[in-house]
């Protein structure tokens, strides 16, 4: 379906004082257009219902401030299908200290899209893919994530979950992090499958790409990063452990005092395994770090002058290859 075929019900046109009661009737009703500068009661949030378009490309909403804990611009209602979220500017106060400050939050969604936003201070994340229930079939596309106080994107809780040509920078300043642009990392019963991340760039983090079985109950399944700019990440470019099923390919990985590629695993019986590293151009002090990595393969990446596949702890077993500039090894 194209996104810009949008048959509008309401057309909402913001005051500036709290615009969240006006926009939560036309979203209600129907397809919504959303115009001028807004203000939004972050305690409330905009719920998002099914089968629902938001157009908010010619709009700037803004968080008020006085939230204290779970504070969200928007959020689809829990099982939500067919929302689309369409452009505007999603601003937040990087506040409270406690509790968690989120752009948009998908909550147990199906068939979900995030096309064309840019969000700006949130202190929690930009964006968070999750719920109950595990969200499904999400697209999350040419987004802006600047500023995040612990991830530009979480995924906690999902299969088929598609980031392209979107931006993920400057996630670094609340602890614990891990401040990623992007971090998939379950929590105790849930997990994530399916997880693609292309032709994106990933800036000023301190980890680019977390993608973690973190304390989920099972490994995750067939990531792929492809095509994307990792630039001046501070710790890590991309951090892939224990995944099962991994395509990390044609990536250009610029962390030059720190490490460019780990893969690998938190446990021992939780190792990565059947992962291909294949075409990158990594510059970093240690570019590849294999350490838990079973039946995989290493092909023409181009580590830098000097650079070399460090495998430290658990290190790697299993069916492996390895090929250097033409040269298996």
Known sequence: M???????SAVVTCAGVDDTAAIQAAVDAGHT???????????????????????????????????VSKCKIAETVPGARGVRWLGG?????????IGWQIGLRVDSGHDVQVIGATFRNFRTDGLHVGGNAQSTNVLISGIVVDVAGRNGLSIVNAVGVTVERS????????????????????NPGESVDDFTL???????????????????????????VISCRFLGNKTHG?????????TIADNTIDTP?????????????????????????????????????RNSHVLDNSLGAGGRV?????????????EQDGQAH
């Open 310 to 322: 460090e495998s430290p702890v658990l290190g790697f077993s299993g069916d492996m290859s390895f």
């Open 33 to 67: 257009t959303i115009v001028g500068s807004c203000a939004v009661n972050g305690t409330l949030g905009i719920r998002l219902p099914g089968e629902r378009t938001i157009d908010a490309s010619a709009a700037v909403l803004t968080m008020l401030p006085g939230c």
């Open 198 to 224: 292309i032709n994106s760039e990933l800036s000023g983090n301190l980890v680019g790409a977390y993608l973690h079985m973190g304390r989920g109950s099972v490994q995750g399944k067939n990531y792929k």
């Open 2 to 8: 194209n996104p810009l075929a949008i048959l509008v």
């Open 89 to 97: 500017e999603l601003i937040g106060w990087l506040t409270p200290a």
């Open 257 to 293: 005092g720190a490490v460019g590629v780990s893969v690998g695993s938190h446990t021992e019986s939780a190792r990565a395994a059947h992962v291909k590293i294949i075409g990158n151009r990594i510059t970093a002090l240690r570019p590849l770090i294999l350490a838990g990595v």
């Open 238 to 246: 991309i951090i892939l452990n224990s995944i099962l099923g991994a």
């Open 167 to 186: 931006v993920f920078r400057g996630a670094n300043f609340v602890s614990p992090g891990p401040g990623a642009g992007i971090d998939v990392e379950p």
